[in-house]
């Protein structure tokens, strides 16, 4: 038996921001907690949605205390942020940080046996759905606002939690790339790799099926004919990562994810790198790693990428088609091909424990060890 888990609604397209309102208003919500960082409300991102709450007269008061890896104490000082608030509802702005955020709150305060955080990794049996959300991404990349996962980094243990709860899902996702346009290029490509990340690694994780392979290759197509051009912050290129992460998030919240996934959470925790440039620089030498235990996906995966002539090519041929249509992706995006600025040595055997222990390592195609994680990390450097 397979389950899959969507948003009650969700609106896609320019404009779609100002649809908050009437969502708010139809399901009879009173104040909203708007969880959002504090550089999207410096730079004016946020209060495109803040100014569509003040339009219709609908209460809201911000909580900003949000870094790019969430912590559990920024989880719980949004829980005491919401309980003073008043509110009924969440509003989140944001990328996965703000989201993952939010997330943690609502069900906190719905399941308040969990208020320590940590109890909430892994497949926590929470018992009441999440305070609702609103959840409107500002980056083309995480799909939080439509997957059933969250993580919160756990600062005293260095290490990344990852949660899986269905409860959590937000009520509605708003995905408006007018929302998006203000990310720098930088950001525009990690956030974009790590949805192609979500699309590849969903299509060949142990749980992949009909359904979740047939919004992977789609999300793998969109993404691949629009990613440059976000980059180059074109209208088409925006409105198709929009859409091409969503889609992806749609297939990995409901088949998990694999070992590329649980070598970059370690890296947000302990160097605090981000997350889609973790992914990216990773993605291929597992994608090289894996290959073995994955039949004829990367042919599909390929020809997905927009590469010529997979008709003709031998098992290895399309297999390094695609990993190399990956790795030029990543480059022509300015994404570093290496970790050597990035890990120590020295860190090697911790990152792959931590690794080992993650929530999404069981998903991978191929079983691992230890120590073929540790061998990975080494000829990343």
């Not at 559990?72 to 996965?96: M, P, R, T």
């Not at 305070?131 to 939080?144: K, N, R, S």
């Not at 997957?147 to 243990?157: A, F, G, L, P, Q």
């Amino acid at each position: 038996m397979n389950r899959f888990i969507l948003n009650e609604t969700s609106y896609h397209g320019k404009g779609a921001v100002a649809a908050v309102a009437n969502e708010a208003k139809g399901r009879g919500f009173k104040k909203a907690l708007v969880c959002s960082d504090p550089d999207l409300i410096k730079f004016g991102v946020t209060k495109k949605v803040t100014d569509v709450l003040d339009g219709a007269g609908l209460a809201y008061e911000l909580f900003s205390d949000i870094k790019p890896n969430p912590t559990i104490q920024n989880v719980q000082a949004g829980v005491e942020a919401f309980k003073k608030s008043g509110a009924d509802y969440l509003v989140a702005i944001g990328g996965g940080s703000s989201m993952d955020t939010a997330k943690a709150v609502g069900i906190i305060i719905n399941n308040p046996e969990f208020a320590d955080v940590r109890s909430l990794e892994g497949v926590a049996p929470t018992k009441k759905p999440s305070v609702p959300i609103i959840a409107i991404p500002t980056t083309a990349g995480t799909a939080a606002e439509v997957t059933i996962n969250y993580v919160i980094t756990d600062t005293e243990k260095d290490r990344k939690m990852v949660c899986v709860d269905p409860h959590d899902i937000p009520v509605v996702a708003v995905v408006d790339p007018d929302m998006m346009s203000t990310m720098p290029k930088s950001l525009t490509a990690a956030t974009g790799m790590d949805a192609l990340t979500h699309a590849i690694e969903g299509y060949i994780t142990k749980g992949a099926w009909t359904l979740s392979d047939m919004f992977h290759l789609k999300a793998i197509e969109i993404i691949s004919e629009s990613l440059r051009g976000a980059v180059e912050n074109t209208p088409e290129g925006r409105e198709g990562m929009a859409l091409g992460q969503y889609v992806a998030g749609m297939g990995f919240s409901n088949v998990g994810l694999g070992i590329v996934h649980s070598m970059a959470h370690p890296l947000g925790a302990l160097y605090d790198t981000p997350h889609g440039i973790a992914n990216a620089i990773i993605l291929p030498t597992v994608m090289e790693y894996n290959a073995p235990t994955t039949g004829e996906k990367y042919r599909d995966i390929a020809k997905a990428m927009g590469v010529k002539g997979i008709e003709n090519m031998s098992q290895e041929e399309y297999r390094k088609a695609a990993v190399d249509a990956v790795k030029q992706l990543s480059k022509d995006v300015g994404i570093p091909d290496n970790l050597k600025d990035i890990v120590k040595p020295e860190d090697i055997p911790f990152l792959a424990q931590s690794a080992y222990d993650d929530a999404c390592r069981p998903g991978n195609p191929r079983d691992t060890s230890v120590e073929e994680i540790t061998e990975l990390y080494k000829k990343l450097l």
